[in-house]
C-alpha cells in the first residue's frame, strides 16, 4: 500500500492573504518564499480527530487547527503577547506529550503552540 510521506501543506482563505502572511513571518517566524515554501525542522506530527462540537478549536466554525511545533512555549507566548497577538490566557500539560498553547490569528483562527518532550 502506497503512504502519505508527511504534510505537503496547510491552505487557509483569507480576507487579507498577504497581511496574513505576514502576520505568520512577524508573529511566529514562519518565513515562506514567494510560493508559500518553508523549510521546518524534522520532527513529529500529529493527527487527530475530534467531535463536531468540540470547544477545542475555539469556534465551532473552525473545522480545523493547525499546531506548530515550539521549542520554548512560554517564551512564544511572551513574544505574541508584546506584538499584540490575540493569546489564550490558559495553557495545557499532557503527561508524556508536552505543552500547549493557543493564539488566534488576525482571520480569526485558533492556532495551536505545541513544546514536545
Not at 36 to 47: D, E, I, K, N, S
Request: proline residues 3%.
Amino acid at each position: 500500500m502506497e503512504r502519505v510521506l508527511g504534510i505537503g501543506g496547510y491552505f487557509m482563505r483569507a480576507a487579507d492573504p498577504a497581511a496574513l502572511s505576514s502576520w505568520y513571518r512577524d508573529c511566529l517566524g514562519v518565513d515562506t518564499d514567494e510560493n508559500g515554501l518553508w523549510h521546518q525542522q524534522a520532527g513529529p506530527t500529529v493527527l487527530a480527530t475530534f467531535e463536531s462540537d468540540t470547544d477545542y478549536f475555539g469556534s465551532l466554525t473552525q473545522q480545523t487547527m493547525l499546531n506548530f511545533r515550539v521549542r520554548d512555549l512560554a517564551a512564544m507566548l511572551a513574544q505574541l503577547r508584546a506584538k499584540g497577538a490575540d493569546v489564550a490566557e490558559e495553557t495545557q500539560d499532557m503527561e508524556g506529550v508536552g505543552r500547549f498553547g493557543w493564539v488566534t490569528d488576525p482571520e480569526g483562527n485558533r492556532v495551536e503552540l505545541w513544546q514536545s518532550l
